[in-house]
């Protein structure tokens, strides 16, 4: 680095407006974590600029003295992929929260990265269009951090991932040159720079434009409830409904200790005696939905579900979701801390994963919740400990670590829709063989070759790797 | 080059069984071109693994030796990417055609490269599942050429390209290394390699498997034929269509030219005297079908249609469809030669579009059939022309060429589904500007620093677009 604190300080304040550079102690404070608040670190120094030209204009600065970067939307995510950087920029796109353009032809919405998820939502409101991704963050979480975590939501078994819902986009390099990447249509040429931009968690470059697909709002969505007294049926009544031809909206599945938080918390109306529930929706035209909800409804008997219950009108359907939606704050309130997992697995292993998942529980005492996208094969296994207590923190990340490669044990993924960040890293060297780790750090090198974007995140390096195989649970797991 | 011809087929036949080396001139012949067939090239030799190991070990030779490979699926591009390399080895994986697993409940099926795109939805028929991308040409694509070109089809509006519906893959490297990428799950940790690599035209790696999602076959399709006397109105409708919160699982547009030469051909009964007719076919549950339906007749109505026909039957839907799945062939019989263009534009800029390659046609002299996926605004204007007039080939380049450079000046792009192979690499030069260009190159060399894979294929060299910049119609064009 070439540039000591005060004289980057300095720069930046030639660079930007006065109001863009947060020096302070006390201004700074509020970046040194996102949602993953285990892990925090003040930046440098914070840059919020206005426009793209003054986002470029700190990239070439860090670029030319080789100072590393940090991109942050609205600090939501919960892999750490924001944490910033001790000797770095903390480079906030908050203030890039304009609605460009909203085309009801092309279905497309044309927003900067600081625009809230659901606000393209309620300006394509008028049109009769809305953005399918809807992260449970969706009020506060940007497209921004959506792009970079490729986040997803209650409704992306129907309507896919963020990287299925964005057309086109432009990205800054860390040298400042802006790529205009994707297209309006289907497909674009060259190579797919776009995809690939997403999920990269700001380590290939920095999104300052984003083009979103538009749907039609359906005409109606109406959604089941059943309850299960075992979590082994629930979790094959979710492959049934899907094997019966079906795609619902969404497919959520809580478990007994999870369904108790959230009635205690919002009194959603869920059935407290049971071991398990599904909460499915369907959205269509008005006869399509009657059809398949009288259709999951057999399939849902047929399973075993001790009780099925439609809800009886809007206000009913809303409650239903409410209960989901507040299952993460109410098994805070039952637990001085809790961790979220994000894995995937194949959908027809949920049961025998949910059985394993307890039992390593019993292992590690530690209470874990389970709340998660069924339909797609999307766990969230909420660890309930206590930070208070000495070494707990340390053996709940293990415990998560030990469920993450149980995910890769049955085929699945260390992560569905949260990323990779701080949180994962060790974990990629589980998911993935040196080929593929070599491939991603080629292709970083294409983008970044002094590693100045996110620097630390989303891929290890070979010495994590061989690190992480010499930890003492390692060697019992694989002896087990 | 450290081998010559026979030393490297002698290396060949080491390596490989006797059958899957093709050395004799009428041996190699049937491969030295692609759909795209005014290119043609003989291969240096001929390589036909049985076998992923079969495939790597051609890899690494060629590597060792710095050896050009192109792979092949079944030759039906139309871009000319699978146009073979004078003093290179063409890698035809249409042996490794195996259906290796269908996964209801998770919904997938792993395939080999060499499987039909028809076959994986024969496959998963008794299953309720079926394939969704269907290009014109899927009783004889393979999946592997589909992923190499992020293949389309008429019911890409709704369902999506290649990319949309692969989900895993594994991909052998120049250096012979398998990566595997993707998940069976929406989401995949790391950059995101799958979606970089589709579309791809064999310039990153070879894939050697391949998972896709299936989706449950809709209980029912149905589809209308709308009759224009103005080709602008039938453009109009579909964005009215889109508009009305429709998303049909198909809109195809033809103009007279088509639906004369449709017609004539596989007598569909289509109106000949129309100026343009669309067929919109809608898919899903029975109830949601008739309700779609009455809603696109009203809109077409107002739209101004001359008149709006729903098919009778399954019969009449299959023959509505003959005629627009036989019209390029059908526009073969009427004109010595026929070039099939391949463009975007967005869906509100279509009406203008028509208009200005009418003008170009006049202004070449060269009449233009227009056949094409109206709906994601996926442009195929078929230039007529005969070969034997000295010239003529040369002059329908050049207006198809200004045809994709309308394409990109009214915001679309120079390929749909088709792809840029050998045919569009000057266009490349139109639709990005160097830095773009710059960042697809840094990309090919993280993959294939010897850039023997494909080359001269994709990507333009900074000589090509120099080059191109100085052709006389460009001048004339931007002075016009």
Same mark, same amino acid.
């Given at each position: ?25 006390? &201004? ?26 003054? #986002? ?23 892999? %750490? ?32 990265? %600081? ?18 991704? =809807? ?32 057309? #086109?986009? +432009? $990205? ?6 802006? $790529?205009?990447? %994707?297209?309006?249509?289907?497909? #674009? ?43 082994? +049926? ?38 407290? =005696? ?5 909460? /499915?929706?369907? =959205? ?33 359907? @809303? ?5 989901? +939606? ?13 961790? /979220? ?16 998942? &307890? ?33 707990? $923190? ?12 149980? /995910? ?33 750090? @080629? ?13 630390? +995140? ?21 002896? @087990?």
């Amino acid at each position: 680095m070439s540039l000591d604190r005060p004289a980057l300080i300095a720069a930046l304040r030639a660079l930007l407006p006065a109001d863009a550079v947060l020096e302070a102690e006390e &201004a700074r404070r509020p970046y040194e974590c996102d949602g993953l608040s285990a892990y925090r670190q003040l930046p440098y120094v914070v840059a919020l600029p206005h426009t793209v030209d003054e #986002a470029r204009a700190v990239l070439q600065l860090c670029h030319r003295h080789q100072i590393p970067v940090v991109a942050r939307g609205a600090g939501t995510g919960l892999s %750490g992929g924001a944490l910033p950087h001790a000797e770095g920029v903390l480079l906030s796109l908050a203030r890039l929260n304009r609605i460009l353009r909203i085309d009801p032809v092309g279905l497309t919405a044309t927003v900067e990265p %600081g625009v809230r998820n659901l606000a393209i939502s309620e300006a394509a409101a008028p049109h009769g269009l809305y953005y399918a991704p =809807d992260p449970s963050s969706q009020i506060a979480c940007t497209i921004g951090g959506n792009v970079a975590e490729n986040s997803g939501g209650v409704h992306c078994l129907k309507y896919g991932l963020t990287v299925h819902n964005v057309c #086109a986009m +432009k $990205l800054l390099t860390i040298e400042g040159e802006l $790529l205009e990447l %994707g297209s309006r249509a289907l497909d #674009a040429p060259g190579y797919d720079l776009m995809a690939l931009a997403i999920g990269s968690e700001g380590m290939l470059g920095v999104a300052v434009e984003v083009t979103v697909r538009l749907l039609p709002v359906p005409e109606r969505a109406q959604v089941v409830l059943a309850a299960f007294d075992d979590v082994g +049926k629930a979790g094959s009544a979710v492959g049934e409904i899907i094997a019966a031809g079906i795609i619902p909206a969404g497919l959520e599945m809580m478990d007994g200790p999870a369904i108790q938080a959230a009635e205690d918390f919002v009194h959603a109306g869920y059935p407290t =005696d049971a071991a398990a529930i599904l909460l /499915c929706e369907v =959205d269509g035209t008005n006869q399509e939905v009657s059809e398949h909800i009288a259709r999951i409804r057999e399939v849902l008997e047929a399973a075993g579900a001790t009780e099925v219950r439609s809800a009886r009108d809007e206000a009913e359907r @809303a409650l239903f979701w409410k209960g989901r +939606k507040a299952a993460f704050p109410a098994v805070g309130r039952i637990s001085p801390d809790y961790y /979220c997992m994000d894995g995937t697995i194949p959908r027809r292993r949920l049961p025998e994963v949910l059985k394993r998942t &307890a039992e390593l529980s019993r292992e590690y005492g530690l209470p874990v919740a389970n709340v998660f996208h069924a339909g797609d094969g999307n766990l969230h296994p909420l660890i309930l400990f206590d930070a208070n207590k000495p070494g707990e $923190l340390a053996r709940t990340e293990e415990l998560g670590g030990r469920i993450l490669e149980l /995910c890769v044990e049955v085929g699945g993924t260390i992560t569905g829709e949260h990323g990779v960040g701080i949180e994962k890293i060790r974990q990629m060297c589980v998911q993935f063989r040196p080929e593929e780790l070599n491939q991603f750090r @080629a292709v970083k090198q294409a983008f970044d070759p002094l590693e100045l974007l996110n620097p630390g +995140k989303g891929v290890p390096t070979p010495r994590h790797c061989s690190e992480y195989r010499t930890l003492p649970h390692k060697h019992s797991h694989e002896h @087990a």
